[in-house]
């Protein structure tokens, strides 16, 4: 039996102004044994890193005047700032 390593990285900057910025990175490893899917677990894994950046970022975003005037400008509709809208 074979153990394969897989591992992603993902990390995003964001503006909050006034030549601030906040970085934050999420890695993540699995195992993968012969016969799974490595793409589809690599996959996985990508989604899961995204999600934890943006879960982590949400609430310095949601308090940031400069990311919460951006978001504004660039709804077509007035409405809810919503957490899909970052």
């Given at each position: 039996?074979?153990?394969t390593t897989?591992?992603v990285s993902y990390s995003r900057?964001f503006n909050l102004?006034?030549y601030?910025?906040?970085?934050?990175?999420c890695?993540?490893?699995?195992?993968?044994?012969?016969?799974?899917?490595?793409?589809?677990?690599t996959?996985f894994l990508?989604?899961q890193a995204?999600?934890?950046?943006k879960?982590?970022?949400?609430p310095?975003?949601?308090a940031?005047?400069?990311?919460?005037n951006?978001?504004?400008?660039?709804?077509?509709?007035s409405?809810?700032?919503n957490?899909?809208?970052?």
């Amino acid at each position: 039996m074979k153990f394969t390593t897989v591992s992603v990285s993902y990390s995003r900057k964001f503006n909050l102004g006034d030549y601030e910025s906040l970085e934050l990175g999420c890695s993540l490893w699995a195992q993968v044994e012969d016969g799974e899917d490595a793409d589809g677990i690599t996959q996985f894994l990508y989604h899961q890193a995204k999600a934890s950046v943006k879960l982590a970022a949400m609430p310095v975003l949601k308090a940031s005047e400069f990311q919460i005037n951006k978001v504004k400008s660039n709804k077509k509709v007035s409405g809810d700032i919503n957490e899909s809208d970052w």
